[in-house]
T-cell receptor, first 116, second 118 residues
Framework: AQKITQTQPGMFVQEKEAVTLDCTYD???????LFWYKQPSSGEMIFLIY??????QNATEGRYSLNFQKARKSANLVISASQLGDSAMYFC?????????????FGSGTQLTVLP | GAVVSQHPSWVICKSGTSVKIECRSL??????MFWYRQFPKQSLMLMAT?????????EQGVEKDKFLINHASLTLSTLTVTSAHPEDSSFYIC??????????????FGPGTRLTVL
C-alpha cells in the first residue's frame, strides 16, 4: 500500500486565488511527521511546512497552511493568494516514528501551475 | 539556516565509467545523510541511509556494489556510481540531518546532481 498518496498529478490556479493540494497517508505508528516540499524546475527541495501527529493545531507558515485531519489521515496543503512563482512541483512526505534519524517517504507529487 | 551542498551539480559521463557525487553539510555536523534518486516527472525514492563512521543501509532493490556510499566525516558523504549505464541517468539528491535541528526541519536537502550517462 502506498504510504503517501497525492491524487492530483496536475493543478491549475488563477493568480491571487487559493488552491488546495491533496495528500493522504497511511501509517500505524502513532508518532509521525508530515511535510510539504516545493520543487521548482531547478530541482532544489524547498521545505514549506510541517505537522506533527500530536500537534493539536493546524500548521501555518505565511501563505501556506496545512489542513490536518487525523481521523481521515489527510494533510492537505492550502496556498492562499497564489503567485506566479508558486508554479512548481509539490511533494507531501511522511516520517514515521519519533526522531529525525528516519527517512522521509514522498508522495508522487502535484505539478501546480499558476495562471496570470 | 543549515546549508547542504552537492558537487557536481551536473555531470555527463560515458557508459562504463564511475562518477562520484559529494554531499557536504557546510555549517553543521551531519550524523546521518540520506541519498535519494529522482527520475523525470517522478517522486524522490530513498536509495540509502548513511551514518558517519558506519556502513550505509541500502533500500531494497538498490545495488550496494553499484552505488557506493562513504560517510567518512560529519560533514561529507559521497555517492559513487560505479560502471554507470544510461539507465543510471537520474537526479540524485542528498539530505543531511543535524542533531541540533528544529524538530520540523531536521533534514536539509542539497541542490541535487543531474547525472547523464551516454
Amino acid at each position: 500500500a502506498q504510504k503517501i498518496t497525492q491524487t492530483q498529478p496536475g493543478m491549475f490556479v488563477q493568480e491571487k486565488e487559493a488552491v488546495t493540494l491533496d495528500c493522504t497517508y497511511d501509517t500505524s505508528d502513532p508518532s509521525y511527521g508530515l511535510f510539504w516540499y516545493k520543487q521548482p524546475s531547478s530541482g532544489e527541495m524547498i521545505f514549506l511546512i510541517y505537522q506533527g501527529s500530536y500537534d493539536q493545531q493546524n500548521a501555518t507558515e505565511g501563505r501556506y497552511s496545512l489542513n490536518f485531519q487525523k481521523a481521515r489521515k489527510s494533510a492537505n496543503l492550502v496556498i492562499s493568494a497564489s503567485q506566479l512563482g508558486d508554479s512548481a512541483m509539490y511533494f507531501c512526505a511522511m516520517r514515521e516514528g519519533p526522531g529525525s534519524a528516519r527517512q522521509l517517504t514522498f508522495g508522487s507529487g502535484t505539478q501546480l501551475t499558476v495562471l496570470p | 539556516g543549515a546549508v547542504v551542498s552537492q558537487h557536481p551539480s551536473w555531470v555527463i559521463c560515458k557508459s562504463g565509467t564511475s562518477v562520484k557525487i559529494e554531499c557536504r553539510s557546510l555549517d553543521f555536523q551531519a550524523t546521518t545523510m540520506f541519498w535519494y534518486r529522482q527520475f523525470p516527472k517522478q517522486s524522490l525514492m530513498l536509495m540509502a541511509t548513511s551514518n558517519e563512521g558506519s556502513k550505509a543501509t541500502y533500500e531494497q532493490g538498490v545495488e550496494k556494489d553499484k552505488f557506493l556510499i562513504n560517510h567518512a566525516s560529519l560533514t561529507l558523504s559521497t555517492l559513487t556510481v560505479t560502471s554507470a549505464h544510461p539507465e543510471d541517468s537520474s537526479f540524485y539528491i542528498c539530505s543531511a540531518r543535524s542533531p541540533g535541528g528544529e524538530k520540523y526541519n531536521e533534514q536539509f536537502f542539497g541542490p541535487g546532481t543531474r547525472l547523464t550517462v551516454l
